[in-house]
């Protein structure tokens, strides 16, 4: 198994809490300036604001466009005005502070500077009441750089600090969020030997060591054919190579007082989809290494859990971790296959495997859910690309009836706008349930079409209907939301664009509500 050399937290720059006005000023321990702001006027400190309005007359980029001014007496002798553009748009949301402040985190990386004070000045309208927040976590997403490359070239992190001056004790809460965003970029975006299922399974582990949180991996055969056979069945032509043997990760967090919410999630971690027997052509196989965004997300979300330790919740997690690998041994479309819930499932098409990973870890949270306290249970995978069809680059909820009486969606969708990363709201209907309704009888439910879900009709809604009958749901009283994340766990180019973590800090906030 690959050995890992380099913790998943290594790679991480701190934020720091900034009380004082005079930490602009030269000798106070920083060595840059970086304004976020929708406007000239609205930066508080006349130091800043009165050298930012003078230069402005010269040069007219300044509050137009991201921009570093030689600033003799402020820290470092560099100031960086990065203007928020079009704040007054009523149809943009909190992330135009986090696009400014990726543009102003990049000038002063560029510009030699090692310490930066990021300054976001407050401001009256309620959909940038995060600001602050998110423009630091922006600034964290912007200096992330590949395990692979950081591994290959010993890199370390460009910056020491980052200053957050007048953030109200904000650090913590970012710190924590940026450590699991870090770890869930690692091991989305990581190659697929690198980051196989037994490397990410240890990767988990080592980033859990002194948690606090309850850690266990499954990864005798026997065991997994056992309680996880669709899994198994995904990854059967896996079985023949060692290194390519499935894992399922379990992880509990339980916060301190008394429980008063439960919180599950089943992440989809495919670490390579081949498409299986149904294997993808014309070059589609390219960037499938990041099929396991969902487990990764979660593994993070656990990961910032555990250094904040909000009390009072409970969330357990079982990540599924396996190879959709071609062979004489793969499973093929037709199959019927007994789930762990009991469900017979008939394969419609060995490239629709995540939900099958899907289905055996939700079964086995529904056991545990049906006695827990004010029980929820998600999934979180990069399912389908109907979804990055409907919605292009937004997560979508897609919540059964019971989630839907509780507004889970609703809420959840609500903590989204307001952290930068908004979902869309799916509705389940009844043509989703005939839709994988076996026509014959031969099975309970089939796991989906043979097309592309991209040129399906209601592509991403109906493998939430999927996942209640085929895990054993349907027949309970539990609420119950999918999350597709295929078109938000990357940015950038399609393939091979850098990992975002999402939607990571919507859940980490949605858990403490």
Not at 324 to 337: L, R
Request: glycine content about 8%; overall charge negative; proline content about 4%.
């Amino acid at each position: 198994m690959t050995q890992i050399n380099q913790p998943a937290q290594a790679f991480q720059v701190p934020f720091i809490d900034v009380t004082s006005d005079e930490a602009i000023f030269e000798g106070e321990g920083w060595d840059a300036v970086v304004v976020i702001a929708p406007s000239l006027a609205d930066i508080k400190q006349d130091e800043i604001n009165l050298l930012a309005s003078h230069a402005s007359q010269i040069d007219q980029r300044i509050g137009n466009s991201a921009t570093l001014l030689l600033a003799p007496g402020l820290a470092g002798g560099r100031l960086i005005i990065s203007p928020v553009a079009d704040a007054d748009n009523i149809y943009n949301d909190v992330r135009v502070f986090a696009k400014a402040a990726r543009e102003g985190i990049a000038i002063a990386k560029a510009a030699g500077a090692t310490k930066p004070l990021l300054v976001v000045p407050a401001v009256s309208d309620t959909r940038y009441q995060h600001a602050q927040q998110v423009a630091a976590l922006a600034c964290g997403q912007e200096l992330w750089q590949p395990l692979e490359a950081r591994e290959a070239k010993s890199l370390t992190p460009s910056l020491a600090a980052i200053g957050l001056l007048n953030s109200e004790s904000h650090s913590q809460l970012i710190n924590a969020a940026e450590s699991g965003r870090v770890l869930a970029r690692d091991l989305c975006g990581t190659e697929p030997e690198r980051m196989s299922a037994m490397g990410f399974a240890q990767y988990c582990v080592d980033a859990f060591t002194d948690s606090g949180l309850a850690v266990s991996v499954i990864d005798q055969v026997e065991q997994l054919r056992t309680d996880y056979p669709l899994l198994s069945a995904v990854g059967r032509s896996s079985f023949g190579v060692e290194r390519h043997h499935p894992r399922v990760v379990k992880l509990e967090y339980i916060g301190e007082g008394t429980i008063t919410k439960t919180l599950f999630f089943a992440g989809k971690g495919v670490v390579y989809d081949t498409g299986g027997a149904d294997i993808k052509v014309a070059g589609s196989m390219a960037g499938m290494s990041r099929d396991k965004g969902g487990a990764a997300a979660v593994a993070g979300l656990m990961k910032a859990l555990s250094i904040l330790k909000p009390k009072g919740i409970k969330v357990v997690a079982e990540l599924g971790l396996v190879r959709n690998s071609i062979g004489s041994d793969a499973f093929v479309t037709d199959e019927i296959i007994r789930s762990h819930s009991g469900a017979r499932v008939r394969i419609g098409n060995t490239d629709a495997e995540g939900r099958l990973v899907l289905a055996d870890l939700l079964s086995h949270l529904r056991i545990q859910a049906l006695q827990a306290i004010n029980p929820q249970v998600f999934s979180v995978a990069t399912l389908t690309g109907h979804v990055v069809r409907a919605y292009g680059g937004y997560s979508a909820l897609v919540e059964n009836s019971v989630a839907k009486q509780q507004g889970v969606a609703a809420l959840l969708a609500d903590v989204g706008e307001q952290w930068g990363e908004p979902f869309e709201v799916s509705r389940l209907r009844p043509e989703d349930f005939d839709k994988v309704a076996d026509k014959n009888g031969a099975a309970d439910v089939v796991s989906s079409n043979n097309a592309p879900s991209s040129i399906t009709a209601r592509g991403h809604q109906y493998p939430a209907a999927f996942l209640l009958k085929a895990s054993g749901l349907l027949q309970t009283p539990l609420a119950f939301t999918h999350i597709d994340i295929a078109g938000s766990a990357v940015e950038g180019d399609p393939l091979y664009g850098k990992p975002t973590a999402n939607p990571l800090v919507a859940l980490l906030q949605f858990a403490s509500c």
